[in-house]
T-cell receptor, first 113, second 114 residues
C-alpha cells in the first residue's frame, strides 16, 4: 500500500511558470522527501523536510510541511523544460523501521518551451 | 565519487527462471534498500539492510524473493521461479549511516518476465 498520494496526477505548464504539487499522507512521519524521476529510471533526491520543520528551500524549490493536515507541497519556480519529469513524495513513517520509505504514485510534470 | 550502480540495466527472462540483480552502493554507505516500481506507480519498499543484516524484509512479496549482503557492501536480490507479475524496475538505494539520511538511488534494473 502507498502512504502518500500526490495531486495532481499530471501537470502541464509553460517555461517560466511555477509548478505546484501536493502530497497527502496518512500516518505520523519522521520526515518527508521529494524525488524526481526521468524516464522511469533512477530517482534523484530533491529535498528532505523533517517532521519538526515547516518550510525548506533549495534553489528554485520550496517545500512546505503541515503535519496537522498530513500534507506537503512542492513548488518549482520559474520552471524550465529540463524540469519535465515525474515527482514523488516519500514518507518515513514513525511506526516503521527508519528509512523504509513509502512513495506516492507521483505527479507527471511537462514543461513546454 | 561514483553513485549507486546496478547490473544488469535490463534483464529479460522466461517464466519459471531464476534471476539475480546486483547493487553496488556508494562506498562507505552502511544502509542499503531495495524497491520495486511497476509502470505508472511509485517505488514500493522490499527490504532494508544495515550492514550485513536485513533490518526489515517486510516488503518482500513472498518466499521466492531473497536478498543478501554478505560483506556489508554489494547486495544481490534473488528471485526464484519468476512470474510475469514480477516484471518491474528494481531500484536500489543507499544512505550513509543512519537510516534517516537521504537515500541515493541507482538507475534500476528493468526486469521483464516473458
Amino acid at each position: 500500500s502507498q502512504q502518500g498520494e500526490e495531486d495532481p496526477q499530471a501537470l502541464s505548464i509553460q517555461e517560466g511558470e511555477n509548478a505546484t504539487m501536493n502530497c497527502s499522507y496518512k500516518t505520523s512521519i519522521n520526515n518527508l522527501q521529494w524525488y524526481r524521476q526521468n524516464s522511469g529510471r533512477g530517482l534523484v533526491h530533491l529535498i528532505l523536510i523533517r517532521s519538526n520543520e515547516r518550510e525548506k528551500h533549495s534553489g528554485r524549490l520550496r517545500v512546505t510541511l503541515d503535519t496537522s493536515k498530513k500534507s506537503s507541497s512542492l513548488l518549482i519556480t520559474a520552471s524550465r523544460a529540463a524540469d519535465t519529469a515525474s515527482y514523488f513524495c516519500a514518507t518515513d513513517r514513525a511506526t516503521d523501521s527508519w528509512g523504509k520509505l513509502q512513495f506516492g504514485a507521483g505527479t507527471q510534470v511537462v514543461v513546454t518551451p | 565519487g561514483a553513485g549507486v550502480s546496478q547490473t544488469p540495466s535490463n534483464k529479460v527472462t522466461e517464466k519459471g527462471k531464476y534471476v539475480e540483480l546486483r547493487c553496488d552502493p556508494i562506498s562507505g554507505h552502511t544502509a542499503l534498500y531495495w524497491y520495486r516500481q511497476s509502470l505508472g506507480q511509485g517505488p514500493e519498499f522490499l527490504i532494508y539492510f544495515q550492514g550485513t543484516g536485513a533490518a526489515d524484509d517486510s516488503g518482500l512479496p513472498n518466499d521466492r524473493f531473497f536478498a543478501v549482503r554478505p560483506e556489508g557492501s554489494v547486495s544481490t536480490l534473488k528471485i526464484q521461479r519468476t512470474e510475469r507479475g514480477d516484471s518491474a524496475v528494481y531500484l536500489c538505494a543507499s544512505s550513509p549511516q543512519h537510516s534517516t539520511d537521504t537515500q541515493y538511488f541507482g538507475p534500476g534494473t528493468r526486469l521483464t518476465v516473458l
